[in-house]
């Protein structure tokens, strides 16, 4: 991975494990120990961060072909692994019982918010 990629590779994943704490800390508020909407939480939690460092090493793969067509199909083919790979662990959260699917995807959701987020916090430590 190139050193920018690193560092927004990083700083992504530390927002979705600050998401994760928050999100946590509110579920644990609002709704005691819940084992299975904490653990729903903490589950989407990391497939926002696998996701996210898999679309990178992803996407700097296909910025490193020289061939356009070849970068596409590799676009394309990494998105249907990632999109088979959540779906398969969203299943097999759904069919083990201990997970709150519901949660699952609030957890996913630090994903998003990291994502928006970046810029700013990039700006921050750059001062």
């Known amino acids: 991975m190139y050193d920018h990629t690193k560092k927004v590779v990083l700083g992504v994943s530390l927002l979705i494990a600050l998401w994760c704490i928050i999100g946590e800390l509110l579920i644990y508020i609002f709704m005691g120990v819940n084992v299975k909407a904490m653990l729903g939480f903490l589950l989407g939690c990391t497939i ?3 996701s996210f460092i898999h679309m990178s090493v992803a996407l700097e793969n296909s910025l490193d072909m020289a061939d356009e067509e070849a970068a596409k ?3 394309v ?6 999109a088979v790979v959540i779906a398969a662990v969203m ?8 997970f709150n699917l519901v949660f699952v995807v609030l957890g996913m959701f630090g994903l998003k918010a990291a994502a928006y ?3 700013f916090i990039e700006k921050l430590f750059q001062k």
């Not at 083919?77 to 990632?82: A, G, K, V």
């Not at 299943?91 to 201990?98: D, K, R, T, V």
């Open 117 to 119: 987020l970046q810029p």
């Open 48 to 50: 926002g961060v696998a």
């Open 73 to 75: 199909k590799n676009t």
């Open 91 to 98: 299943l097999a959260a759904f069919f083990s019982g201990y």
């Open 77 to 82: 083919r990494t998105f249907i692994i990632r």
